[in-house]
């Protein structure tokens, strides 16, 4: 037989040899199969945690760890009750969103990584939450040497239920507030002074309520512009 024929030959049974070691790798591989990637929420208004569910399980011949799990917010915490995971052994990532002051459709991002050499897997969580208090402006604001009157902010209750608490506090002891009912449980008037506006100030006004039985903390700012450079 010429060199040349069995050179191809050889040539030839090293990449069927290779080929078969790599088939044989990708049956063995270590893989997470997701039961659900996205999970759609809707809230009510006495809701401050939603939890999400992500089971999983070890589909492939090999043993897999998380090595990773991340939340695209400080809002969202995940929970895993281990890392490791042996062929066809299943577990769930649950996710804990704290609605806070959100409203609206909110979407937050749970990213999942392991030692199998896939790319990280990410699982979302949707959560449409209700209006529950109308902050009518969302801020006041002063120019620099602008009268010092004050200024009034809105709120109004969104939901059935009444509240039955309400009180606020500056962050800045030179920004006074004050609430006054309008509708006893339904609107409440936040009259803010700063005082003087000679030079720039900001306040974050921490609104705290209580309506049946959830607390919830609303806020809204305050702020004195500073001069302009040049006047």
Sequence with gaps: MP?????????????????VFFCGAGVARAELAWTRKNVELKADAQTSVVEAKFPFKNTG?????????MSSCGCTTVALEKRHYEPNEGGEIV????????????????LVTTNDGSEPVELTLAVRIPEILRITPAFVTW??????????????????????????????????AELVPLVKGRKYQLTVNPGHTDQHLFATLA?????????????????VQPAVQGD
Excluded at 61 to 69: E, F, I, N, S, Y
Excluded at 154 to 173: A, G, H, L, R, Y
Excluded at 212 to 222: H, L, Q, S, W
Aim: overall charge positive.
């Design 143 to 176: 120019k620099h040497d602008e009268a010092p009157t004050p200024k009034q902010i809105i709120f109004e209750m969104m939901q059935d239920t009444p509240i039955k608490d309400i009180s606020v506090q500056s962050s800045n002891s030179a920004v006074t």
């Design 61 to 69: 011949a090999k043993a897999v760890d998380v090595t990773q799990v």
């Design 3 to 19: 060199a040349t024929s069995t050179r191809a030959l050889l040539s030839l049974a090293v990449l069927t040899l290779i080929g």
């Design 207 to 223: 609104v705290h309520t209580q309506f049946g039985d959830n607390e919830r903390v609303f806020r809204t700012y305050a702020t």
């Design 95 to 110: 996710a804990r969103y704290t609605l806070g002051e959100h409203t609206g459709q909110q979407k937050k991002s749970v």
